[in-house]
């Protein structure tokens, strides 16, 4: 009888747990490209064509290594279109017994293969995905007993468990645990920008973009010009480079955007984390060893690797921790549904037609883009979580829901009633036009908050307030912002909920 070891497309790793122990002259070793994964949401044409690509390749690593390599491209004849149909073909085919499997990042996915072992009857093993740095058990024994799940606490953890930027007294490196104040820059004028490492499609990927751009055509984004890394050696060589030309400014512009360009300072390496081509400590390391030997700032480094030890581990403890319920939360109870511009980008409001452009052609925008400008709107202009959260797993390379959601329902929308951030990250055009040059060319007036050409930020920002100021008026944080509302003159108050109905109403035409 056969082990069959199932690889998932993000788990692309040559260390993960489900080849621990494989047996090279015994085991098969399946990887299946199958429709259901591609379009359980319509995921953006260049995300397919990275992971398609990327597993292609892996598959091929694999089989140099001497695995014995099952796999299932998209177009195949008999390809069943799902994961479950797969494995249940080769389970027949290779006479397997057991199926081995790193545990999914999707709750949905676990969900179904809990259901394996008596439908295809076969003994189904599970494992723990060992890629993350904490583990669910270290997460959810952090979170037992603990009023508030915040982040900032979590990292302190992760700091003194895996030692980076601890000092030999195990106090954290330049005596605080956190820069952010010195990571609030806007950009310089003057500044160029290095961009990501781009790669040029091999013969692997040209096959894969031509049957992305058959079977996927009306999904959203543009598939070409395609300049992934698909392999390790192109992730580590992209990675190599922002270490080298990104990482000393990362921290200072970590939250500015500019009509300049869509990448600034940023890794953009989050679709190859996430698809396990580059290892979460080693990325951490390597930023470390760049600060050790004087190449980069502590600002910088310890931003970046707050942002992997910290928010992308607390994100997916978090997931596992509160699903499935937390999906279903809408604690402001947000009803709208998305204007047609979240797909077409064609909206007279600068910032959002710059962050929603950028995201069509490049499957990528940084993360106060998604936070502060198409989450922020969302956010004022009460969308419904549902829509919203299918639109961020469909335009994005990296989307995956473990860290999508609490992301986006959590960070953006508040939905989960402050799980993730102690109050919503709500804020008018005042902080857009602060932290980017979109304002100065925008068809809206920034300084305006009523009237036909006033920014439709500031009038919804108020409105958001006045709407919802019961449900904050007992959290703290929110004092400040609520005694503002309380101190606007009655006319003041009154033309801007005129103005905010007049937005809300015609949503498809702003
Ligand atoms: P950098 O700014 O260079 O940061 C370095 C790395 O840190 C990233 O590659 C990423 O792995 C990690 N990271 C940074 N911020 C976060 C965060 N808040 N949560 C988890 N990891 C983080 N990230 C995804 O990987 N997939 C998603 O589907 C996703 N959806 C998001 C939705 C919303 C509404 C928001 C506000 C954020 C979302 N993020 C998501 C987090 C973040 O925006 C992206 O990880 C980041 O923009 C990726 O770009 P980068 O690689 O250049 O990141
Ligand atoms: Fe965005 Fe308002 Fe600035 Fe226009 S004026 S770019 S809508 S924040």
Same mark, same amino acid.
């Given at each position: 009888m056969t082990t069959l070891r199932l690889i998932l497309g993000d788990q692309l790793s040559p260390g993960i747990s489900s080849l621990a122990d494989a047996n090279k002259d015994t085991d098969v070793i399946l990887m299946a490209e199958v429709v259901d994964e591609c379009t359980y949401v319509k995921h953006h044409k260049k995300k397919i064509a990275l992971v398609l690509s990327a597993m292609r390749h892996f598959a091929n690593d694999l089989r140099s290594d001497g695995f014995d390599v099952a796999y299932v491209q998209l177009d195949d004849a008999d390809n069943t279109g799902s994961l479950k149909g797969e494995t249940k073909r080769a389970i027949q085919h290779h006479t397997a017994d057991t199926v081995v499997v790193t545990q999914p990042g /999707?709750?949905?996915?676990?969900? +179904?293969?809990?259901?394996?072992?008596?439908?295809?009857?076969?003994?189904? /093993?599970?494992?723990?995905?060992?890629?993350?740095?904490?583990?669910? +058990?270290?997460?959810?024994?952090? &979170? =037992?007993?603990?009023? /508030?799940?915040?982040?900032?606490?979590?990292?302190?953890?992760?700091?003194?468990?895996?030692?980076?930027?601890?000092?030999?007294?195990?106090?954290?490196?330049?005596?605080?645990?956190?820069?952010?104040?010195?990571?609030?820059?806007?950009?310089?004028?003057?500044?160029?920008?290095?961009? *990501?490492? =781009?790669?040029?499609?091999?013969?692997i990927t040209q096959g894969v973009l031509a049957l992305v751009e058959e079977q996927f055509g009306d999904h959203f984004g543009t598939l070409e010009p395609f300049t992934f890394a698909v392999t390790r050696e192109q992730a580590e060589h992209a990675f190599g480079r922002f270490i080298i030309h990104a990482l000393p400014q990362f921290g200072t512009?970590?939250?500015?955007?500019? +009509?300049?360009? *869509?990448?600034?300072? !940023? #890794?953009? %390496?989050?679709?190859?984390?996430?698809?396990?081509?580059?290892?979460?400590?080693?990325? @951490? &390391? &390597?930023?470390?060893?760049?600060?050790?030997?004087? +190449?980069? *700032?502590?600002?910088?480094?310890?931003?970046?690797?707050?942002?992997?030890?910290?928010?992308?581990?607390?994100?997916?403890?978090?997931?596992?921790h509160q699903m499935p319920r937390y999906k279903t939360r809408n604690q402001l109870q947000a009803q709208r549904p998305l204007p047609d511009f979240y797909w077409t980008g064609d909206t007279k409001m600068t910032c959002m037609a710059h962050a929603i452009g950028q995201t069509r052609d490049h499957a990528y925008a940084h993360h106060i883009q998604r936070l502060m400008v198409t989450g922020n709107f969302a956010l004022l202009a009460g969308l419904a979580p549902d829509d919203v959260n299918d639109w961020y797993m469909r335009v994005y390379a990296d989307a995956y829901e473990w860290v999508e959601l609490p992301?986006? !329902?959590?960070?953006?929308?508040?939905?989960?009633?402050?799980?993730?951030?102690?109050?919503?990250?709500?804020?008018?055009?005042?902080? %857009?036009?602060?932290? #980017?040059? !979109?304002?100065?060319? @925008?068809?809206?007036?920034?300084? /305006?908050?009523?009237?036909?050409?006033?920014? *439709?930020?500031?009038?919804?920002?108020?409105?958001?307030?006045?709407? !919802?100021?019961?449900?904050?008026?007992?959290? #703290?944080?929110?004092?400040?912002?609520?005694?503002?509302?309380?101190?606007?003159?009655?006319?003041?108050?009154?033309?801007?909920?005129?103005?905010?109905?007049?937005?809300?109403?015609?949503?498809?035409?702003?």
């Open positions: /999707e709750y949905r996915l676990a969900q +179904d293969i809990k259901t394996w072992a008596d439908d295809l009857n076969v003994k189904v /093993e599970q494992r723990e995905d060992d890629r993350f740095l904490a583990s669910l +058990d270290t997460f959810n024994t952090w &979170a =037992q007993g603990r009023k /508030e799940l915040r982040m900032e606490y979590f990292y302190r953890e992760m700091r003194r468990s895996t030692g980076l930027l601890m000092t030999d007294e195990g106090k954290p490196e330049g005596g605080q645990w956190n820069f952010d104040k010195d990571n609030r820059s806007s950009i310089d004028p003057g500044l160029d920008f290095p961009g *990501p490492s =781009q790669f040029t499609p091999d013969d512009y970590q939250d500015a955007m500019t +009509d300049r360009d *869509p990448f600034l300072f !940023h #890794s953009v %390496i989050s679709a190859y984390l996430n698809l396990g081509l580059l290892d979460a400590y080693a990325v @951490c &390391a &390597a930023a470390q060893n760049a600060y050790h030997a004087g +190449d980069a *700032p502590l600002n910088a480094v310890e931003g970046f690797i707050r942002q992997i030890i910290g928010w992308r581990e607390y994100v997916r403890g978090l997931y596992w992301n986006t !329902h959590g960070m953006a929308l508040w939905a989960d009633g402050g799980i993730v951030g102690s109050k919503p990250y709500a804020a008018s055009g005042k902080y %857009i036009n602060r932290m #980017s040059d !979109h304002c100065k060319d @925008c068809a809206y007036d920034v300084n /305006e908050q009523t009237g036909d050409t006033a920014c *439709p930020f500031n009038a919804l920002y108020w409105d958001f307030l006045d709407r !919802h100021k019961t449900q904050f008026a007992k959290n #703290s944080r929110m004092g400040l912002m609520l005694k503002s509302l309380d101190r606007m003159a009655d006319d003041k108050r009154r033309a801007t909920r005129t103005r905010a109905k007049n937005l809300l109403d015609n949503l498809d035409a702003l």
